[in-house]
């Protein structure tokens, strides 16, 4: 299997997922693939110590592999307290089953993490959201590193503002 840039497809859905669970901030999954996943893979070739080149080849499958191996066989996920914000307000933990949204007007749900997405559908104030299952870390970094939530709905991904001006932890 080869995938390079412009492939859309399962294929390519399923490496984005992957390399999601190991840490790295894919943005919507089952998007085409496009020069951010380009960026993503280089810069995993490069910790593995594999040749550079963006493209996703046998080498480069099997090392994913065996990361997302090592991860499942770390240790397991232990019970937590809920989510605490930082001094700014801001969730960086998104590990919890459910999110109530509490701002005062409607909370826009965006395409990626930012800004500079474009807005989905905006959930209405005491909406409780979940994390989307896709997501082992539901917590994604904008531009200028504020966090925002992947949350499911309609079975689709959507990006919130995780602050605590917008939503809160369900308890």
């Known amino acids: ?3 390079k840039r412009g492939e859309p497809g399962a294929k390519v859905r399923e490496i984005q997922g992957q390399l999601e669970q190991l840490g790295y901030n894919i943005g919507r999954l ?15 070739q490069e910790e593995m110590e594999l040749p550079i080149d963006g493209v996703i080849g046998e080498a480069t499958v099997l090392k994913i592999k065996q990361a997302i191996a090592a991860i ?42 930012g800004f500079n997405y474009n807005i ?5 104030t005491g909406t409780v959201l979940i994390p989307h299952p896709e997501y082992r870390y539901p917590i994604k970094f904008d531009q200028v590193g504020k966090p925002w939530l992947v949350v499911s709905y309609q079975g689709g991904a959507f990006f919130v503002r995780a602050n605590q001006r917008f939503i809160e932890p369900v308890v």
């Open 30 to 44: 089952g998007m085409p693939f496009d020069q951010n996943l380009e960026t993503i893979i280089k810069a995993f």
């Open 120 to 124: 989905d559908t905006s959930f209405p």
């Open 1 to 3: 299997m080869i995938l």
């Open 72 to 113: 499942k066989s770390s240790n397991p996920i232990q019970s937590e307290p809920s989510p605490s914000p930082n001094e700014l307000g801001d969730f960086i933990n998104g590990n919890w089953q459910q999110w109530q949204v509490i701002s005062a007007k409607k909370l826009n749900a965006r395409s990626g993490p």
